[in-house]
C-alpha cells in the first residue's frame, strides 16, 4: 500500500513564526501536492511538485513557499506564519500518467494564535 | 475538469446498500469519474474510477448511465466505517504533468446502527 506520512498531526505555532510541513511518500512518485482544506471551501491547491527541486504554484500560493531537494519529500513553508493560516494541511502524491489516482497523508492541523 | 452535482448529505442503515448519486451532465468523451471519500479527521482516499463501463472492486462498485451523464457509487453493505464525506470528481484523460483535484462540497454519508 502507498504510504504518505506528515510530520506532525498537529501543530501549535505563533504568528509571526517560520513553520515547516513536512511530507514523505513510499512510493517513488513524482507528483506531490499541498492542498488546505477549510470549512465551507474544500480542499485548495497551494503548490504541487513533479519532480526533484520542480514547483509549480497551486490556487492559493501567496504566503507558501516549497522545497522539494528529495523526490520523497515535499516540504511546505510558511515564512510568517499568521491567523489566516490556521487550517487543515494535506499532503498528496501521484505517479505521472493515466493512473494519476491521489493518495492523501493524515493531513496536519495547524493553529496559529 | 467539468462540473459534478451531489446531494449534501444521505443516510443510511448499517448492513444495507447504499446508492451516491453523481451527475455530472457537461461531461466529455475523455473525462473519467472518480469516486474518493474523507473520514473524519483523516485525507481524502481513493475509492474507485471509470470510464464508460460499471467497475467494481472491493470497496465499491460504480454504476455509470449509458449516456453518461450521471453514476453512481453503490457500497453494498454499508458498515459505521463507512461514514464519510463521498466526493465525485471527474478528471480528463491525460498524461504528462501533475493536475490537481477539484473537490466540490461532496455528500456526508451517515450511517445508522
Known amino acids: 500500500d502507498v504510504k504518505v506520512t506528515q510530520s506532525s498531526r498537529y501543530l501549535v505555532k505563533r504568528t509571526g513564526e517560520k513553520v515547516f510541513l513536512e511530507c514523505v511518500q513510499d512510493?517513488?512518485?513524482?507528483?506531490m501536492f499541498w492542498y488546505r482544506q477549510d470549512p465551507g471551501l474544500g480542499l485548495r491547491l497551494i503548490y504541487f511538485?513533479?519532480?526533484?527541486?520542480?514547483?509549480e504554484k497551486g490556487d492559493i500560493p501567496e504566503g507558501y513557499s516549497v522545497s522539494r531537494e528529495k523526490k520523497e519529500r515535499f516540504s511546505l513553508i510558511l515564512e510568517s506564519a499568521s491567523t489566516n493560516q490556521t487550517s487543515m494541511y494535506l499532503c498528496?502524491?501521484?505517479?505521472?500518467?493515466?493512473?494519476?489516482?491521489?493518495?492523501f497523508g493524515p493531513g496536519t492541523r495547524l493553529t496559529v494564535l | 475538469d467539468a462540473k459534478t452535482t451531489q446531494p449534501n448529505s444521505m443516510e443510511s442503515n448499517e448492513e444495507e446498500p447504499v446508492h451516491l448519486p453523481c451527475n455530472h451532465s457537461?461531461?466529455?468523451?475523455?473525462?473519467?469519474i472518480h469516486w474518493y471519500r474523507q473520514l473524519p479527521s483523516q485525507g481524502p482516499e481513493y475509492v474507485i474510477h471509470g470510464l464508460t463501463s460499471n467497475v467494481n472492486n472491493r470497496m465499491a462498485s460504480l454504476a455509470i448511465a449509458e449516456d453518461r451523464k450521471s453514476s453512481t457509487l453503490i457500497l453494498h453493505r454499508a458498515t459505521l466505517r463507512d461514514a464519510a464525506v463521498y466526493y465525485c470528481?471527474?478528471?480528463?484523460?491525460?498524461?504528462?504533468?501533475?493536475?490537481?483535484?477539484?473537490f466540490g462540497s461532496g455528500t456526508q454519508l451517515t450511517v445508522l446502527p
Open positions: 498528496a502524491s501521484s505517479l505521472v500518467g493515466l493512473k494519476d489516482t491521489q493518495y
Open positions: 511538485s513533479y519532480d526533484v527541486k520542480m514547483k
Open positions: 470528481i471527474l478528471r480528463t484523460l491525460s498524461s504528462g504533468s501533475a493536475r490537481q483535484l477539484t
Open positions: 512510493m517513488d512518485h513524482e507528483n
Open positions: 457537461t461531461i466529455s468523451g475523455t473525462d473519467y
